[in-house]
């Protein structure tokens, strides 16, 4: 299913882009609303064979390239905040076709001192 790009879209997106909501690109970890253990978490994301190029994007930030690896795409951060978060996932195939899943919403737990 296509969606129309909207005016926030295509500044993120880059004007024109061929944008697709998630075809075939899950991201698998965090789960939704899934408290996770910090400051260090590897997130993984499920995309297609033709996927070229998958990015994340934390807390609204800049896209950040992922690494493929045993048939998943990840992408290791650490981040010092504990609390609620936000990630996002965009894929490019080599059609040059843009995916992108919606955010997922996560909460680092705070650490506790021993």
Known sequence: MRRQLTVKDEAEEGAGSDVQ?????VMDY?????????PNYTFRI??????ELVEI??????WIACRK???????????????PHTARARARRASGALEICGVR???????VQC
């Open 69 to 83: 690896s045993q048939g998943f795409w990840w992408y290791d951060w650490e981040s010092t905040q504990p609390g």
């Open 105 to 111: 919403r996560f909460v680092v737990k705070d650490r």
């Open 46 to 51: 499920g995309a297609p064979e033709d996927v």
């Open 21 to 25: 909501d998630n075809i075939g690109t």
């Open 57 to 62: 994007r934390l807390d609204g930030g800049e």
């Open 30 to 38: 965090p789960c939704p609303n899934e408290q996770v253990d910090g």
